[in-house]
């Protein structure tokens, strides 16, 4: 079966039951995003979230951030997950490949993301895409709840 990536136009049913499968896949602690949550990003003009279908079956997803900063237009690929179900598929590097083709129409000169090292398989796909690692240090700032 082929995959097929298309970029979400509406938080409809079927997504929200994509992303409360597939968030949990990515992490443990942030809860899956509501319909409202999932609209507000689709409506984004900042932001584009590509759905991966295998067997018409959405089964990946990720989100491309883009946003103008003084020194150029920036673009950042978040939140990639695949479902279990769906891998061995061409998924992730799918979504990727698109998510690529989108900044670079916009105007991106580069694409940005971060991918924990436990991730080996998603990390070994980055760097067959072509990304490189950068020297720099990634900081966060947590706010207490």
Same mark, same amino acid.
Request: hydrophobic share 40%.
């Given at each position: 079966?082929?995959?097929? $990536?298309?970029?979400?136009?509406?938080?409809? @049913?079927?997504?929200?039951?994509?992303?409360? &499968?597939?968030?949990?896949?990515?992490?443990?602690?942030?809860?899956? /995003?509501?319909?409202?949550?999932?609209?507000?990003?689709?409506?984004?003009?900042?932001?584009?979230?590509?759905?991966? &279908?295998?067997? =018409?079956?959405?089964?990946?997803?990720?989100?491309?951030?883009?946003?103008?900063? /003084?020194? #150029?237009?920036?673009?950042?690929?978040?939140?990639?997950?695949?479902?279990? @179900?769906?891998? =061995?598929?061409? $998924?992730?590097?799918?979504? !990727?490949?698109? @998510?690529?083709?989108?900044?670079?129409?916009? #105007?991106?000169?580069?694409?940005?993301?971060?991918? %924990?090292?436990?991730?080996?398989?998603?990390? &070994?796909?980055?760097? %067959?895409?072509?990304?490189?690692?950068?020297?720099? !240090?990634?900081?966060?700032?947590?706010?207490?709840?």
């Amino acid at each position: 079966m082929s995959t097929t $990536v298309e970029i979400a136009t509406a938080a409809t @049913a079927e997504l929200v039951s994509a992303f409360a &499968r597939l968030i949990p896949q990515l992490s443990k602690s942030s809860p899956p /995003p509501t319909a409202e949550e999932l609209g507000e990003m689709i409506d984004s003009p900042s932001s584009d979230v590509l759905v991966a &279908r295998v067997g =018409g079956v959405i089964v990946g997803t990720l989100t491309l951030v883009i946003f103008r900063i /003084p020194t #150029g237009l920036r673009a950042w690929i978040e939140d990639v997950v695949v479902d279990d @179900a769906g891998r =061995g598929h061409g $998924v992730g590097e799918a979504l !990727n490949r698109s @998510a690529l083709e989108i900044a670079r129409t916009k #105007g991106c000169r580069t694409v940005d993301l971060t991918s %924990r090292p436990s991730r080996e398989a998603a990390n &070994r796909l980055y760097q %067959r895409l072509g990304f490189q690692p950068r020297e720099t !240090n990634v900081y966060r700032f947590e706010f207490e709840d």
